[in-house]
């Protein structure tokens, strides 16, 4: 059985090992896969020749070449990609930019937490519901 594969788009490499090594404590039993920026996302799912694709994608706004909002939109505007559940991680706090991620079609909006330990606490969260209580729901 493969593990779940989960996608990180996050242009910051203390962020990316941050979340890393929150997934390996807690088991590591899912795949995680970075790419720096929008772009790298979409061409990575474009790739996906063999249909399998995330179970789920982690998304950050402030990225350099495609920000995270034109990436969502277009995700969410994709006739497969916008069946992927996509959580926007991010250090925006902005209500005007978490209504507009809601509309454009986010599934969840998390503000980035300050310690390592809130940061287990969030990719707890994101295993027990995302990738648990919602095993092959969502499959394409």
């Given at each position: 059985m493969r593990k779940a594969l989960i996608l990180v788009a996050e242009d910051?490499?203390?962020?990316?090992?941050?979340?890393?090594?929150?997934?390996?404590?807690?088991?590591?039993?899912?795949?995680?896969v970075f790419v720096e920026?929008?772009?790298?996302?979409?061409q990575f799912l474009q790739g996906r020749n063999d249909g399998n694709y995330p179970e789920l994608i982690l998304l950050?706004?402030?990225?350099?070449?495609?920000?995270?909002?034109?990436?969502?939109?277009?995700?969410?505007?994709?006739?497969?990609?916008?069946?992927?559940?996509?959580?926007?991680?991010?250090?925006?706090?902005?209500?005007?930019?978490?209504?507009?991620?809601?509309?454009?079609?986010?599934?969840?909006?998390i503000v980035k937490p300050s310690t390592f330990d809130e940061?287990?606490?969030?990719?707890a969260n994101i295993r027990n519901y995302w990738l648990s209580t919602l095993k092959g729901a969502m499959k394409i």
């Open positions: 910051d490499l203390d962020d990316r090992f941050i979340l890393n090594n929150a997934f390996q404590e807690a088991g590591d039993t899912e795949e995680l920026n929008g772009v790298d996302l979409l950050d706004l402030n990225m350099p070449k495609k920000n995270g909002k034109e990436t969502l939109n277009e995700l969410k505007t994709h006739p497969l990609y916008k069946k992927i559940p996509v959580i926007v991680y991010t250090t925006t706090r902005n209500e005007a930019e978490i209504k507009a991620c809601y509309e454009i079609g986010a599934n969840t909006y940061v287990k606490s969030v990719v």
